[in-house]
Structure formats: structure tokens, C-alpha cells
């Protein structure tokens, strides 16, 4: 009997560390997550009726039961160094004339290895005989902290490598790699956070740190963190492979993710091109990175180059321009949105960030102020990513002046004096003014010529901010009584323009009853509603 359920757990656990494989390295699902979790519980079960058939390999063992008393040191047999840095295409040429220049081959065209910049913790995993033995940060690079615990938590860390033959396993394997927040786990972090009244996290990167430095690793493996591997910086009982990029792929046939993006480049062009063409990919990565990583791809040349203090002279980051600066919140000014709603946004001192001067930033509403705890002098930091609206994302209050001033909410609405209102429970106030008040006017008859809306050609910003401030224009019905000599009167606008701007008005009255409810800018009321209201 109890041969029997040995074999069955053992199957079980192959299968289930074969689909772990399938799904965090060759991103390539083999079933449904319901059925993974089937096979999980029923090994869940036989082992906790044959505790004495437990391994700590088993895909059970990920979490431990208790609460760690803090972290022990460990000390890096190789350290874990850090590396040189480019800004510029120029700075990189200047890299690959010095590389080539050191392996005697002026004019040289050298095979390089690029691999995205992850912007997360750089970790190091010790396997001994294919087994999971232990997990280390970076620290200082000569010693960091074991966080084997919470590592184990991570599902794209197999705990058993993956191989036909335990003596064709490496003896000894020593891997580095970096652990990341995807953006979606992140965003759904910080709304478990919001609902549980705790602290929201500025970051991803500071999601995965701070998530690996849990004392209990019950509550990191609620976290959704992943691992890539970058680098092997050990290995002993079996040859490796003469360059770094196969040196990754065979990390992939342990069972080890690597970046599906690392690729092989020829000469200093190229590195280029890859550094244009990832910078393009960005924003739709769904993780953070923060440039390129280009190495030189044989391993007898990296020997032959060597170090230099404390960063390798065959490896350099070309970083992007900086998603995240410092600059000094100067003020706050509050706009006003169609339904009334104000909205804060801070008046910055310019600063490039994101490869844009950035001078103005979303605060979201006093709720995210009072987060902050922001005032007016504030040095805060500025994120911006891709082409999202840039935001505060914190603020430095060690640096807070003496004459700073803490941000208030205005009693009156800065556009037309009437009362501002902010009902219980609701995190926007509101201008009480409707559509008296010229702010709710533009942006009511903005989103009435809209394009999924009236869809009136012709009757762009510019215009309805005349039309309004003009008395032309105080409600969407006023648009339907404009004469042409109004309109041509206006400064750049003639007599066509002023035409085809009416000929859209007119045309607008044939649109059908859904879009025309959804124009009407009622509160609650989307498309969908709006299209349920009509039937």
C-alpha cells in the first residue's frame, strides 16, 4: 500500500512541477488552472495522510507554517556586482570601441546578449544536487540577506530542476536573477491595500522589495511576484555551455524563466536597434524596466576582459530616461469636470522625466492629497510612464521647507464662486454651480459633440471654449440655435468653416436615442446604460 501511494505522490509531483514549467518558462499552459489545482489537492491530501512520504521539493512546501524571528546574513561566494552605466547612444559606442579595443580587434564586430533592464530585486538561488537549497538579496554585494522562505513562495522558482537524469544535473548551481511586481498584480495589490485601509505601495519595485522582506512568507505568497534568471554565476559537476545566451537557454531545460525577450546581437548597431526598438515596447510589457542590459556573449572573452572595481568591463546598462525625478511642488490648482467634479493638479517645477519635461500631475482628488500628506514646497517624486498622464507618487517630507503650506480644499468653486459639496463616503467634491458655472458648460457641451457621443465634426475644444466664454453657448440646446454670421464672426472662422460646423450640428439630430441619453453627460449614465435606458 504504501509503495503505491509513494509512486502516486511521485507522479503527481512530476506532473504538476511539469506544468509549473509549461506555464513560467515556455509560457505555454497545459491545462486549466482548475484542473492544476485538482492534482495540487490530492497530493495535498496523500501527503497529509504519509507525512513521513513529505519532501521538501514537493510543490506543497512552498509556504512555511511560521513566522521567521528576521533575517540571517549570507555571506556571496562571488559577489553579486553592480554594473557600469550609458545615457547616451554615444556613451554605448564609446563601451563597444573599449571592449573591442581590450580583445585586440580594433574594428572588431563582437556578439553581444541583450536582455531587458527589470526594474525589481536582484536575488541569488543556490540548487544543490537539483535541489532547491537556498535564496539571497543582493545587499551590498558582498553579503545579503536569506530569504529562502519566501522565495520557495514564488511558483516560477522550481524547487527541483528539471532533467532526464539526476547525475546530468549540475552539482552545485548557483543562479542570479531579478524578482518583479507585473503591473496588474501590482494595481491589484494596492486595491487590496486601499479596501484594508493600509498603506499603498509608490511602486512595483517597492511592492517586490518590500514583499521579500516579509518576516512571514505566508503573507509573501500572496503577493504575485515572478523571477527571471539573468545569469549563472556557479556551477560545478557539469560543463557549461561556452556563451551566456546558451548559457540561458539551458537554464530554460532546468526549469529556470528567462526573459523571452533576451536576445543575440552583432556589433554595436544592433545593440542599438534593440535599445530603440524595447524602448517602444515599454509600456506594454506589463513590468517595469528601466533600459537594456548588453553583454558580451563568450564566456572566454568575458575572462579574458575582466573587472574593473566593482562592475564587469564585458557588461553595461543603457538606461532609459528616468520614469521617476524630483522637483518642487510650486502649487495647486483645481479644475472643474463636466459633472462638477474637482479635480486636483500639482503645478510643478519643470522637470524631464519619461523623456518629457513634465510640469504639471495628477493628484486624483483630496483623498490622495491627504495620503501624501502634501504640501504646497514639498520636494515630491514625479512618475510617468509610457504615455500615461505623469503623477505624484511621493513625497519627500524630510525635506520639507519651514514655509511649506499644506493643501486645501476650496469652499467655493475657483471657476464660477458657487459652494463646493462633498457628500459622505464620496472621495470627489463637487462645484454646486451646474451649469451655471462655465467650467461644468465647456466640458458638458464637449462631451455632447463627441465622437461616440453627437459626433459633431467641426466643434473642437478650441471653438466651444469661445462659444461659451463668448455667451454664445451656455447648454448643449444653444448649439442648435447658432446662425451663421455667430459663427463666421469668430476669430479664425469664416463663412465655409462656419457652415460645415453648422451642417454638422444639423446632421447630429439623426443620431439614435442611445447616444443621443449618453450626449446628454448624465451622471451614472455610460454607453451601456444609456443603450439599456433606450430599449
Not at 152 to 174: F, H, I, N, Y
Not at 196 to 204: I, Q, R, T
Request: glycine share 8%.
Amino acid at each position: 500500500m504504501s509503495e503505491t501511494v509513494a509512486d502516486r505522490i511521485r507522479a503527481l509531483r512530476e506532473q504538476l512541477s511539469d506544468w509549473s514549467y509549461r506555464y513560467y518558462v515556455l509560457d505555454e499552459p497545459a491545462v486549466p488552472d482548475a484542473e492544476y489545482d485538482r492534482w495540487f489537492r490530492e497530493l495535498q491530501d496523500l501527503e497529509q495522510a504519509h507525512p513521513d512520504l513529505i519532501s521538501p521539493d514537493s510543490p506543497t512546501q512552498r509556504v512555511g507554517d511560521r513566522p521567521l524571528d528576521g533575517f540571517a546574513e549570507v555571506a556571496h561566494d562571488i559577489p553579486m556586482l553592480s554594473l557600469d552605466n550609458a545615457f547616451s547612444d554615444d556613451e554605448l559606442i564609446a563601451f563597444d570601441r573599449r571592449v573591442c579595443e581590450r580583445l585586440g580587434g580594433d574594428g572588431l564586430t563582437l556578439t553581444y546578449v541583450a536582455e531587458p533592464k527589470l526594474d525589481g530585486l536582484a536575488v541569488s538561488l543556490l540548487y544543490r544536487q537539483g535541489v532547491f537549497l537556498r535564496a539571497a538579496t543582493r545587499g551590498d554585494g558582498s553579503t545579503g540577506e536569506d530569504i529562502t522562505a519566501n522565495i520557495r513562495t514564488l511558483k516560477s522558482v522550481p524547487l527541483r530542476l528539471r532533467g532526464d537524469a539526476p547525475e546530468l544535473l549540475p552539482e552545485l548551481l548557483e543562479v542570479r536573477g531579478e524578482v518583479v511586481m507585473p503591473h496588474a498584480g501590482f494595481e491589484a495589490l494596492n486595491e487590496r491595500q486601499r479596501q484594508a485601509g493600509l498603506k499603498l505601495f509608490a511602486n512595483p519595485r517597492n511592492a517586490a522589495a518590500g514583499s521579500l522582506r516579509q518576516l512571514d512568507a505566508r503573507i509573501t505568497a500572496t503577493r504575485p511576484l515572478e523571477f527571471y534568471a539573468y545569469s549563472i554565476a556557479r556551477c560545478e559537476g557539469v560543463e557549461l555551455p561556452p556563451s551566456h545566451f546558451d548559457g540561458l537557454q539551458w537554464l530554460r531545460t532546468l526549469g529556470l524563466r528567462v526573459n523571452s525577450l533576451v536576445a543575440r546581437c552583432e556589433g554595436v548597431s544592433a545593440l542599438l536597434a534593440f535599445y530603440q526598438s524595447l524602448q517602444q515596447q515599454r509600456a506594454g510589457l506589463g513590468y517595469d524596466i528601466d533600459g537594456v542590459v548588453y553583454k558580451v556573449d563568450s564566456l572566454a572573452q568575458q575572462q579574458q576582459l575582466g573587472f574593473v572595481s566593482r562592475a564587469p568591463r564585458w557588461a553595461i546598462a543603457h538606461k532609459f530616461p528616468a520614469q521617476e525625478e524630483i522637483t518642487e511642488l510650486w502649487d495647486v490648482e483645481w479644475q472643474v469636470g463636466r459633472t462638477g467634479a474637482l479635480t486636483p493638479v500639482a503645478r510643478l517645477e519643470p522637470v524631464f522625466v519619461g523623456g518629457v519635461t513634465v510640469s504639471n500631475a495628477t493628484l486624483h482628488n483630496m483623498d490622495e492629497i491627504q495620503r501624501l500628506d502634501l504640501h504646497i514646497g514639498d520636494a515630491v517624486v514625479v512618475h510617468r510612464a509610457g504615455d500615461v498622464i505623469p503623477k505624484v507618487s511621493a513625497v519627500l517630507a524630510e525635506r520639507r521647507p519651514a514655509s511649506a503650506q499644506p493643501v486645501v480644499m476650496p469652499s467655493h468653486c475657483p471657476v464660477c464662486g458657487s459652494e463646493v459639496f462633498r457628500a459622505e463616503g464620496e472621495a470627489v467634491a463637487r462645484c454646486t454651480g451646474g451649469l451655471i458655472c462655465a467650467a461644468q458648460q465647456k466640458e458638458a457641451v464637449r462631451h455632447f459633440a463627441s465622437r461616440r457621443a453627437m459626433d459633431i465634426e467641426g466643434l473642437g475644444e478650441r471653438l466651444v471654449d469661445v462659444l461659451v466664454d463668448q455667451k454664445l453657448v451656455a447648454s448643449v440646446a444653444d448649439l442648435y440655435r447658432l446662425e451663421t454670421d455667430q459663427l463666421a464672426g469668430l476669430e479664425r472662422m469664416g463663412e465655409k468653416s462656419a457652415a460645415n460646423v453648422l451642417a454638422a450640428i444639423e446632421a447630429s439630430k439623426q443620431v439614435g436615442l442611445p447616444r443621443f441619453l449618453f450626449a446628454l453627460g448624465i451622471r451614472e449614465v455610460g454607453e451601456a446604460t444609456a443603450l439599456a435606458l433606450a430599449n
